[in-house]
C-alpha cells in the first residue's frame, strides 16, 4: 500500500495555466499527497498540517496561472506550505495564541507534566535552533531530513547542483549541531 506518487508532468501543468477545468483539477489532485506529506512534516500539530495543506491547494487551484516555469510546481507548493505553516506557528505562539483544545490533547497525551514541559521546552529549542539557520540552510535541511525527499529532488526544487546541495546540507546539520550544543551548554551557565 506504500504507493508512491508523482508530481504532474509538465503538459498538463500548461493545460491548467490556459484554462482548461479538467486539467486543473487534475493538477490539484496528483499535487494533494505531496502537499499533505509535507505540511505533515513542518506543522506543529495534524489539524495545523491540514489546514495548512488546504490553504496551499487553494492557492494551486486559484493562482496556477502565476506560476512562471511548470517544472518549479513543486518547489513553489513548498514555499506555500511553508510559509502557511510559519504563519500558524506564529498565531501559535502569539500572546494567548495556544488553544484550549491544544492544551487539553497535550494533557491526555503526555503521561506527567514534568514530561510535557520537558518535551515542549526540547522541541522549542529544536525549532529555535532550526529558525535560526540561515534561510538557504533551513531550506534543504527541511526537504531532505525532515520531508525525507531525494537528494536529487531538493536540488532541482532549490534550482541547485546535486553537489551544492549537499554542501548545503553539511553547513545546515553542523550549524544545527553546534547551535544544539551551544544551548544545551548554555543551561546550566548562569
Request: glycine residues 4%.
Amino acid at each position: 500500500m506504500n504507493r508512491r506518487f508523482t508530481w504532474p508532468d509538465e503538459r498538463l501543468i500548461k493545460a491548467a495555466q490556459d484554462g482548461d477545468h479538467s486539467s486543473l483539477t487534475t493538477v490539484v489532485m496528483e499535487s494533494q499527497p505531496h502537499v499533505r506529506k509535507f505540511a505533515r512534516s513542518l506543522c506543529a500539530s495534524p489539524q495545523d498540517a491540514e489546514d495548512a495543506a488546504q490553504e496551499a491547494l487553494i492557492i494551486l487551484y486559484r493562482k496556477i496561472g502565476t506560476l512562471r516555469a511548470t517544472g518549479a510546481l513543486a518547489s513553489w507548493m513548498f514555499r506555500i506550505v511553508r510559509n502557511e505553516c510559519l504563519r500558524q506557528l506564529r498565531t501559535l505562539t502569539a500572546p494567548g495564541g495556544t488553544a484550549p483544545e491544544q492544551v487539553e490533547q497535550v494533557e491526555q497525551v503526555e503521561s506527567s507534566a514534568e514530561h510535557a514541559v520537558l518535551h515542549r521546552l526540547e522541541a522549542e529549542r529544536i525549532a529555535a535552533a532550526v529558525r535560526a539557520l540561515p534561510r538557504d540552510q533551513r531550506q534543504v535541511l527541511i526537504m531532505r531530513d525532515i520531508q525525507g525527499l531525494p537528494g536529487r529532488t531538493v536540488a532541482a526544487a532549490l534550482g541547485l547542483s546535486t553537489a551544492a546541495m549537499k554542501s548545503r546540507l553539511h553547513r545546515a546539520r553542523a550549524a544545527l549541531r553546534d547551535a544544539l550544543d551551544a544551548t544545551e551548554r548554555g543551561e546550566v551557565q548562569p
